[in-house]
């Protein structure tokens, strides 16, 4: 379990990049090979970075199979490399993955709102609300029954195709079914993303997902969800998040 010491600021926060994609991830730039990613990570004057890869329904041992790979690749570093993955529940209490996953790798980081993916369950009632409560409920199943170290991109709606305005899809949760959810995952010591491209895409949410975060007492982390490597470097993105997020 990967834990570091709490803090909402995020000049230190930025130091920080646990999400990036490397060429193992389908949709990342070719650019995108281990020791070109360290280096970056390095010249940035990044403390610690993870890998998190997608998983794949299709091959169940991917995860386990990139770790070995990206671990071979691995050189002597200044920069602290975490390998995880991006981990999918693709409905209430249903994963891609099994339970091992949560053994072997360093950083798993769960993301329960890839709902453009053909394996993804969508809720039931598809309106602005039944989506808000769908991710509330996976977030839940999440916290229940594995041993995840992060939420990626958490209450994201832009994957959510068929309602053209997300905005009404963040605007479906109360403060204090955030707050709740929040707080149960952080005495499961289970972080929250500050996923950076989110963050620039939906300010006024994540304004609020930060302070009530920040009241609940929930662990944040930042994650740049790099497919590419003039994104590796999270400290760019410093001034913009301060802006919208305190
Ligand atoms: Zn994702
Ligand atoms: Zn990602």
Redesign the pocket.
Same mark, same amino acid.
């Given at each position: 379990m990967f834990f570091h010491e709490k803090t909402y600021d995020i000049d230190e926060l930025v130091k920080f990049n646990m !999400?990036i994609?490397t060429t193992f991830s389908g949709c990342a730039k070719p650019e995108m090979l281990i020791p070109d990613i360290v280096k970056t990570a390095e010249e940035a004057g990044l403390t610690m970075i993870a890998m998190?890869d !997608?998983d794949g329904i299709q091959k169940k041992n991917m995860v386990a199979e990139n770790r070995k790979n990206i671990l071979a690749q691995l050189g002597d570093s200044k920069v602290k490399v975490l390998v995880g993955a991006?981990l999918s529940c693709n409905g209430i209490g249903k994963f891609v993955n099994d339970e091992w996953c949560d053994l072997e790798m360093d950083y798993k980081l769960y993301t329960m709102n890839h709902f453009h993916v053909s394996f993804w369950d969508q809720p039931e009632d598809l309106s602005p609300r039944g989506y808000a409560v769908q991710m509330l409920k996976m977030a839940e199943s999440v916290i229940e029954l594995r041993k995840a170290d992060c939420f990626?991109h958490p209450f994201m709606p832009g994957y959510v195709k068929t309602i053209p305005d997300r905005d009404l899809i963040t605007e479906a949760y109360t403060d204090n079914e955030l707050g709740d959810i929040m707080e149960k995952a952080t005495k499961s010591e289970i972080a929250w993303e500050l996923n950076t491209s989110a963050i620039l895409r939906y300010p006024d949410f994540y304004h609020r997902y930060f302070q009530i975060g920040k009241e609940v007492g929930a662990i944040f982390n930042v994650g740049t969800?790099a497919h590419s490597l003039d994104k590796v470097n999270s400290k760019q993105f410093a001034d913009e998040l301060k802006k919208i997020l305190y």
């Open positions: !999400h994609h998190t !997608h991006e990626a969800d």
